[in-house]
């Protein structure tokens, strides 16, 4: 299967950038995941879910709620490094 049709553009476009796809999620949980990964010294970045990607019932009830979580290492600030 293509890479494009299979991650989407934004997606690709955002690996680009060194970010990696975690997962899907809405709240509570989508907080506490993002503390998680906070603590664990990643950066996090919050995007609206490709609806390709989802199936129907995880769109039920969540529509506009879903975000989709993305990661990666924290880039060190110049300067501050010893």
Known sequence: MDELKR?????????KEGWVRQT???EPRLSELVETYTDMG????????????????????????????YTRERKEKSGLQN
Do not use: F, M, N, Q
């Open 42 to 69: 990643l950066e996090v970045r919050l995007e609206s879910p490709d609806p390709e990607a989802l199936c129907d019932s995880c769109l039920k009830g969540s529509e506009g709620s879903l975000k989709t979580i």
């Open 24 to 26: 899907t999620y809405d």
């Open 7 to 15: 991650k989407g553009k934004r997606e690709l476009e955002l690996e």
